[in-house]
């Protein structure tokens, strides 16, 4: 839809100089401290109570979090994640009407390994930090990223979402907990020393193959944040929280919206940038520092002495072009610096997006993405754009007949080269749990439990993450809880195929 009356024009100028003693347009006495955009000069003081009450707001008007509630701050150490725990520090601080109410826990993915450091560095990262989360008094997790490689499948399947709660449960639940909670005050309980997970060599190695096999960096840095996200997830889920507090500001989310639609990952949009994300179902994402600017963050933890950890990920270091990401960053930082309000032009043309294809909520387990969790977005009609994309790479492999099993639908199981299947006595070389040669002779069983090729794993996958397993040159450094969970959904899917004729139409879209 287009929002003809709307109007940036006046926005787009360029930014003033402001003067050297200008006062605070909010008390209008105390001189002006911080200039957040042209013509917003704020006090000190009145900075403070403008990032705090943003905050607050963002909750407050979300409802979402309830009193209580078990919720997990990811920190990943950067200002914006450290500007985030501060924030919930403040919020608890509070008197009771304008506190904030649930119990917070923090998470910190160590993800050195990945990055290259060495093990002498990574101690020394995560002692400076977990001096940071230790001050804070909250429960604290250092999870090294090497724990991918031992999850389990489930973390691949959106587990049930609990029933939504009424609005005016909300309320109730509010008042509640204002009644019994007005008299204690909540002073940080002194929790035990965590005893940092030791890593195992030869597991940085098998993680760092895995980040390795992306060809490109921007595949890596995909690969990378997919597999934090199911981590995050994963710890969230075994200790107990319900929520997950991502720190993304707007510059963050401004560079993410156009990185996703260079990506292909348009139809994932709304939940890649919002406020809230269920993709998960029992564990909902939330990002509550997504209306503060990077710039409005950093002035905050300098002048307010918010600690942060420098800590180097993939991209640091490298050229401007080096991955998509790293030059949308680029981009949308070097306009920014001229033109003020690119970022949340940007940031609020993400809110009004939705997408138009069928909702998360009533898509099938099966018809999520294996990688991200999002609903599939290659159901998609003869003539579209990504249909003619597969034709054309079709077109372009006619060498290799093999590979191109999983692009034929129907029955027809094509007898496959010799040389890629495995031989029939080692039909199920892992012994895997479940019977799978007994049906339907052995055809079923050889395809699907000979490792995953690339064409039957991509039919799992949304558009952009068949984009990011292309530039992979193998797929069997996939951590085994997805390439397993992929075998299930394999099997799952060609056992629908066999008896589906038997089956009645449940009315779901059958095609
Ligand atoms: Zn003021
Ligand atoms: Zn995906």
Request: proline residues 5%; hydrophobic residues 35%; contains cysteine.
């Amino acid at each position: 839809m287009c929002q003809v009356e709307e109007d940036y024009h006046e926005q787009l100028e360029r930014a003033e100089v402001p003067g050297v003693s200008k006062k605070c347009v909010k008390c209008k006495e105390a001189t002006a401290a911080v200039v957040i955009r042209a013509g917003d000069a704020y006090c000190r003081g009145c900075f403070k109570e403008y990032f705090i009450h943003k905050f607050r707001a963002m909750l407050g008007k979300n409802r979402i979090i309830f009193p209580g509630e078990k919720v997990l701050l990811a920190v990943s150490g950067g200002p914006s994640s450290c500007s985030m725990l501060s924030q919930v520090q403040e919020g608890l601080s509070q008197n009771a009407h304008k506190k904030l109410r649930f119990v917070p826990g923090i998470v910190y993915i160590d993800e050195g390994g990945a990055v290259g450091q060495s093990v002498e560095e990574r101690r020394r990262v995560v002692a400076e930090l977990q001096a940071v989360l230790k001050a804070t008094g909250f429960p604290f997790h250092i999870v090294p990223l090497e724990q991918v490689l031992d999850l389990p499948s489930s973390v691949v399947v959106a587990a049930p979402s609990p029933s939504a709660r009424p609005a005016s449960a909300y309320k109730a639940a509010v008042d509640h907990f204002i009644q019994i909670d007005s008299s204690s005050s909540v002073t940080p309980q002194e929790k035990e020393e965590t005893p940092l997970p030791d890593v195992q060599e030869s597991h940085t190695h098998l993680l760092q193959q895995l980040i390795g096999s992306a060809k490109t960096l921007t595949a890596r840095e995909d690969l990378l944040n997919t597999l934090r996200q199911h981590l995050l997830v994963h710890t969230a889920r075994t200790e107990g929280y319900s929520k997950l507090m991502l720190g993304d500001n707007c510059t963050r989310l401004a560079v993410k919206l156009l990185t996703s639609i260079s990506l292909g990952r348009g139809a994932q949009l709304a939940q890649d940038t919002g406020f809230s994300d269920s993709r998960y179902g029992d564990i909902i994402l939330v990002r509550p520092m997504r209306d503060y600017s990077a710039k409005e963050i950093a002035f905050y933890n300098r002048m307010f002495s918010v600690p942060s950890v420098f800590i180097p990920s993939l991209d640091t270091k490298t050229t401007d072009k080096a991955s998509i990401q790293r030059l949308t960053e680029s981009f949308v930082t070097k306009l920014q610096a001229d033109f003020p309000s690119t970022v949340s032009t940007i940031y609020r043309t993400s809110e009004k997006l939705q997408t138009a294809c069928k909702s998360s909520t009533t898509a099938d387990h099966f018809d999520r993405c294996l990688l991200c969790m999002c609903a599939l977005d290659t159901a998609v009609e003869n003539a579209s754009a990504f249909k003619a994309t597969l034709i054309s790479e079709q077109l372009s492999q006619t060498k290799s007949p093999g590979a191109t099993s999983a692009d034929v639908p129907g029955q027809n199981p094509a007898p496959v080269e010799s040389e890629s299947t495995a031989p029939t006595g080692q039909c199920c070389p892992s012994g895997g749990g479940e019977d799978c040669g007994t049906a339907a002779g052995g055809k079923g069983c050889c395809s699907s439990a000979k490792g995953p090729e690339t064409a039957d794993l991509k039919s799992l996958l949304c558009y952009s993450c068949q984009l990011t397993i292309k530039d992979m040159s193998s797929l069997e450094r996939l951590p085994q809880y997805i390439l397993s969970e992929a075998q299930r959904r394999q099997r799952r899917s060609q056992m629908r195929e066999e008896i589906g004729e038997f089956l009645l139409d449940d009315g779901d879209e059958g095609d």
